[in-house]
């Protein structure tokens, strides 16, 4: 059961949930319950066909598929329809694990891999059950991802949220030079081969609102994507369809962007692609849809699709740019209307490039937007057909004018309000459709969205700033301050850096459009963050108790505080010794980690005095030869396993000791030491030690403990007072007659 963003209660039962309910639902205002109101169900017997199975992302494994025991990956659901079609989502909110844990450790919900290949009659559809609502939210690297490989697949009546609202210009400059999930995070991402996306709201990604890539034949419909593009670094879009492939070279549209509303699609930070080996410092991406197929180094497609693209009734606003198609062919972009697109970039209507056989027919712009362009074509295209088009704004940069655009002083009757009709003395047949704009306004009071214009002016020179200065290698300023092309050169660049490993160039340029003022050249910053373990290490945690990771604290001599990530687990449930591996990297990516061990132990208090320090925390060392015959891991002396024995190499070569590190410090009341399979006398004469420093050829008598005898049975060596210790030596007698071996 759960509640649309407009407060519509909606729950669909399953045929396990009949029986009565009472409902509280409650109204809160400004942190407080202002109405309480009681609410009661009966539910009759219900047997339905489900067709389909349930899943339930917040579980990652294991289920039946049944509402009450659902599957928790898309892998396990698509193996088990057994020629159902249905994947369903029961009401509420889900999150990636991870989520909100910080900037850099989130996991990503599960994909949509090979295993989920429907049919054209029988899609497999991913979806609310029944009319339940449904909200993924995540700041990992998608919502939902299609892998190639996945067939005929639906996704419909979601809402998917990101992190936009939660991010500012200094934290996503933070990971201009590096990747990270949180900021590249995009609703939708379809690689699969014939896939539909329809009726879902995506909102607040950092990247792409919902984009198929590389697949064969998509369908994007009736979605409101909003609110996304403001903080990757890599071009983006609202909506796209890029690097298509699959024949089809009759009439039929296999790949189309019908019915959307688009808006508040905006770049604020400035993107880069490592491969080319420069970026350009400035305000270029954000477009409401992209269409774009492969490309050459000619600059020519690649693509290998051979059918058409249909861009129609889809409704754009407040765009940092408008649609782009660059690349493509058989392009028909029809019936769709703009308002006040191109805050950002200046273009506020078509924008093509390298585009053949194109037709753009019936659309209506409007843009109040001081010096935004209509209407731009980059480079080569050949056969652009312009007919029956009404824009409001400068149709061309060079104010010349365009057969097929016809300028007017307005287009819209109220688009502040919503009201996308077309004013009188205009034809009536362009722009959206009625219907199309009419099933908008649905899904917008369904899912209480606000459509208003959310452009932020960032500071350009602030950026251009901060990239420089926390380049990852050499600042080269010899150029900043040419008339033309001004460009910083970025050389010795850490070799880690993706500069390096995938674009394989030690050099980068940023070309720089906003100056800040003096460039100034740096040293190569070399110097790892530094890395501090909290808490214990290592730390000892009895079998079954539940494990609390501190963490570990992270500062850069340059960026400040660091984000760390961790790799490994802990299995509280089972004995054992774990490591956990903390790292960090400053913004050149400088590199630094550490590791702490977590010893899972059973009966913690074998004694009623005192912990077994020895097993519990202790690292055993030898002074053995490891070609000699018996030789045993020194950890074999206490494992707490009478069948395992150790075995040093003989008094002869001096090698007889076995030391065990204890925690720095340890005070230690008591050392029992047991010899093994007989031959006692090899303990004649052997000492024990306890002392701050580990051993290193030479003995103090101070820190001397005991004599041992040679005897079999178990040797108990009380301290009283207790003394402190870090490291317990036990040396045999070196012998020139025999092997006084140190055998426990």
């Known amino acids: 059961m759960a509640i649309f ?51 339930d992302l917040s579980t990652n494994s294991g289920g039946d598929g ?55 009659d029988n899609p497999i559809v991913i979806r609310p059950w029944g009319s339940e609502y449904v909200k993924l939210k995540t700041d990992a690297l998608y919502g939902i991802k299609i892998k190639a490989g996945a067939k005929h697949i639906t996704v419909q009546n979601l809402e998917i949220e990101g992190e936009a609202q939660a991010i ?62 403001w903080w990757t670094i890599a071009g983006s879009k609202g909506i796209g369809i890029t690097s298509a492939k699959g024949s089809n070279a009759n009439a039929t549209y296999k790949n189309q962007i019908v019915g959307n509303l688009i808006f508040n699609i905006e770049q604020r930070l400035f993107s880069h692609v490592w491969k080319k080996k420069f970026a350009t410092l400035t305000i270029d991406e954000g477009e409401a849809f992209l269409i774009q197929e492969g490309k050459q180094q000619d600059g020519t497609s690649s693509s290998s699709y051979n059918g ?24 028909n972009l029809t019936h769709n209307s703009y308002y006040n697109n191109g805050g950002a970039t200046k273009q506020s209507g078509f924008r093509i490039s390298h585009t053949d056989h194109l037709t753009i027919e019936n659309n ?30 400068v149709i061309t940069k060079d104010g010349s004018t365009i057969v097929g655009i016809k300028e007017v002083d307005r287009v819209f009757n109220d688009p502040e309000n919503l009201d996308f009709s077309i004013i009188s003395g205009l034809p009536q047949d362009i722009g959206a459709s009625s219907s199309a704009i009419a099933d908008i306004k649905k899904k917008l009071e369904l899912y209480n969205v606000k459509v208003e214009r959310r452009h932020l002016e960032v500071d350009r020179a602030k950026q251009t700033k901060y990239i420089v200065e926390h380049a990852p290698g050499k600042v080269d300023c010899s150029h900043y301050d040419d008339d033309e092309d001004p460009y910083v050169l970025i050389t010795d660049i850490n070799s880690t850096h993706p500069i390096v490993t995938d674009a394989h160039s030690n050099e980068f340029k940023l070309y720089i459009e906003h100056k800040y003022g003096e460039c100034v050249e740096n040293v190569v910053d070399t110097t790892p963050p530094t890395l501090t373990l909290k808490g214990d290490n290592p730390i000892l945690l009895e079998l079954g108790a539940n494990f609390t990771d501190p963490k570990a604290d992270a500062v850069d001599d340059r960026d400040g505080s660091l984000e760390v990530t961790v790799d490994g687990e802990v299995d509280r449930n089972r004995v054992g010794e774990y ?26 208090a074998p004694a009623d005095d005192g912990l077994d320090i020895a097993y519990a ?17 020194a950890s074999y002396a206490i494992d707490h396993n009478d069948s395992t024995n150790n075995h040093t190499s003989g008094g002869k070569d001096g090698k007889n000791w076995l030391q065990i590190e204890l925690p720095h410090p340890t005070k230690v009341s008591k050392v029992i030491i047991q010899n093994a399979n007989g031959n006692a006398y090899r303990l004649t004469n052997a000492k024990v030690y306890l002392s701050d420093t580990p051993y290193s050829g030479s003995l103090d008598d101070k820190t001397n403990i005991a004599t041992l005898e ?8 009380v301290l009283d007072p207790s003394k402190s210790g870090n490291y317990l030596l036990i040396k045999g007698e070196q012998s020139d007659s025999d092997n006084r071996h140190i055998h426990l």
Request: glycine share 8%.
């Open 168 to 229: 500012t210009l200094d934290i996503a400059l933070k990971y201009w030079w590096e990747s990270n999930d949180t900021m590249q995070s995009s609703g939708i991402v379809a690689n699969g081969d014939d896939i539909l996306i329809k009726d879902n709201v995506v909102h607040d990604m950092p990247g792409s609102g919902i984009g198929a890539t590389a697949g064969a034949y998509a369908t994007i419909e009736r979605n409101i994507v909003y609110n996304c593009d």
């Open 579 to 604: 490591t956990l591996t903390y790292t960090d990297k400053d913004s050149v990516g400088n590199e630094a980690s550490v590791s702490r061990v977590v010893k899972v132990v059973d009966a913690l």
């Open 5 to 55: 963003p407009n407060g519509t209660l909606a729950w669909t039962p399953t045929n396990d949930q009949a029986g009565n309910y009472t409902v509280t639902v409650k109204v809160v205002k400004d942190g407080s319950v202002v109405e309480s109101r009681g609410l009661e169900f009966h539910v009759t017997n219900i047997n339905r066909d489900y067709n389909g199975v349930f899943i």
């Open 308 to 331: 058409k693209y249909l861009i129609k009734d889809n409704l754009m606003l407040f765009n940092g740019k408008t649609g782009v198609i660059n690349l493509a062919k058989d392009v």
């Open 617 to 633: 925390f202790g690292k055993a060392t030898q002074g053995t030869d490891k070609s000699y015959h018996y030789y045993k891991p």
């Open 710 to 717: 040679p005897t079999n049975d178990e040797k108990t060596i």
């Open 66 to 120: 049944t509402p009450q025991n659902p599957y928790g990956t898309y892998k396990e659901a698509c193996s088990n329809l057994n020629g159902k079609h249905n994947l369903y989502l029961r009401g509420g909110v889900y999150r990636n694990p991870g989520y909100h844990s910080d900037w850099s450790q989130n996991g990503r919900y599960p994909s949509v891999d090979e295993a989920c290949q429907g049919t054209k």
């Open 364 to 393: 209506a712009v409007e843009s109040n937007i001081a010096n935004t362009i209509v209407y731009s074509r980059d480079r080569a295209s050949s056969d652009v057909n312009l007919t029956h088009n009404y824009a409001k704004g």
